[in-house]
């Protein structure tokens, strides 16, 4: 008896492990990488949301449209300070339980688009239905797209009352807050998701990569200890990187997790609702942050099948401190080791530039200005564009004066040839020139005599030409974007009026 028993504790002990290791790799539930839904997404994308700058009155008939197929059940729960309707929407019949808001900073808009297109997604019938499906049967799905309505009219951060609704959840002085408060106190989720965008020039680490996601599982108090709540948001969120990691490896981040009493994720963590935080951060090239939206739509329904599954159950608590934290190594633009002449000083050294942005509402556009904010050793920082400019010597940007008649028929070609020859402004003969953001330029404007000589200093507005001594322009940097004059010359976004 005793000699079989010790042979068979072995081979039961392996038979159980093969068998979990199994259950592991061929589970039930196939997780979403097993899906078509990645490349679906053009299917679900909802095609009445192209740009960024989303406002309430585009998402009424959408949610007019969900709610008129039966997937959405939908209840006006009040307002935003000036008057416009807060929706709570509900998709699913399951027991459990999840609570998303977006947009509660009204000029961080992704996950509100990645929402419509989760909308798209459930409504849809095609060979992910056993995938949905779980998802309605499992989940209640309550979401409150943008949470403040009145910041996204003019697409700023705070409410009318410029308070910042994500350090309202203690005080509740706004009505947003309050209404995002009492839809938790109501309902009482198991999960919740605060759902954000971040500044684009967050690193990984101090690596040179962008964190185009961050996550983060707030902790509810200041000595920011791990229980089974926040442990089950950590759990999420290291389902998430393995299934972002594949479209933007290195590109997933973790925020500062120091507590934050007036902060929704806190005090729902602290209420025992799993909340995760994620924020959007840049992708080279996706100023319109739409490949980011895709990656929220991917992400949070990755998220969503786990918790219908139990699938996170699976995952190791330590693999989220693992993730690497926000860091602040990037700019826009680094021109590294270009050689400045001023007055009596000849030197070479990097350039760190970044743009503020400003809004134009009428036509939901960001309009750039660019400003030198770095000179110096910028061997630890990297730029979403960079030039080695060790060749190079800047150089400040020439003049032409013209009629204001002929810079209006300037073509873009001409403007290309001016930029290649040297010069950076247009001054008019016969008036004053336009001040502000310009629109399919690639000159700038000028009314002063001086601006144009001056060369690169620190905040100052970057326009300079690089080129080798003696010879011909190679970039031109104007009003802190990089052009190169060996390719083909497209507008740039806005140069600048002075
Ligand atoms: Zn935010």
Redesign the pocket.
Known sequence: MMRIKLLATPAIIILLFSLGFSLRRHPAHPPIENTSIWQNYEQYKEPAIQHRMVKHADMQPLITKHVSSGLLRSSVIGSSVQGRDIHHLIAGKGKIKVLLWSQ??GD?STATMAIFDIFNFLAAKDDNDRFRQLLKEKLELHFIPMVNPDGAEVWK?RNAMDIDI?RDARSLTTPEARLLMKVADDIKPRFGFNL???NILYSVGSSAKPATISFLAPAYNHTREMNEVRQDAARLIVLMNHTLQKFIPDQVAKYSDAHEPRGFGDTFQKKGISTVLI?SGGYRGDTQKQYIRKLNFYALLSALYAIASNAYENEKVEEYFAIPDNGRSLFNLVIRNAEISNENLRYRTSLGINYSTSVNISERRLNYRGVIEELGDMQNNYGYDEVEASSLVSLPGKIITMTKAEWEKLSLESEAQLLKQGYLYIRFSDQRSPTGPLQNRLLNLINGASTGARPPGLYQYPNFILAPPEGRPKYAVVNGFLVDLSKEIRPLPNTYGY
């Open positions: 509660m900073h961080e951060r994500n954000h965008d971040q924020e």
